[in-house]
């Protein structure tokens, strides 16, 4: 084991590209088929990558917050839609 190495897993160098991108080996991946989308966090010095799957809700939740649109908002709009209307 390398002294380097938290793990006695064998290491791939990964090359970071001056876009901030890395390519990740087959190696490491091949494990994990299905997943495009990886969580990145930060741990004791170490970038982190967790397989994720992204569903609709997900993309839905992503995009009411992007424009702003809390909980609150959707339950008023949710009261709004269910409330009694008037007879014509």
Do not use: C, H
């Not at 006695?8 to 876009?19: F, G, M, N, R, Y």
């Not at 088929?33 to 010095?45: A, I, Q, R």
């Not at 993309?59 to 009261?79: F, H, N, P, Q």
């Amino acid at each position: 084991m390398f002294p380097y190495f938290a793990t006695e897993e064998p290491s791939v160098l990964a090359k970071l590209t001056s876009k901030n991108q890395i390519t990740l080996p087959k190696a490491v991946i091949a494990d994990f088929p299905d997943s495009l989308y990886f969580d990145v966090t930060k741990e004791n010095g170490r970038i982190v990558l967790t397989p994720v799957r992204v569903t609709r809700a997900d993309s839905v939740r992503a995009k009411l917050s992007e424009l702003g649109i809390t909980e609150a908002d959707m339950a008023g709009a949710v009261a709004w839609a269910r409330r009694p209307r008037e007879s014509s």
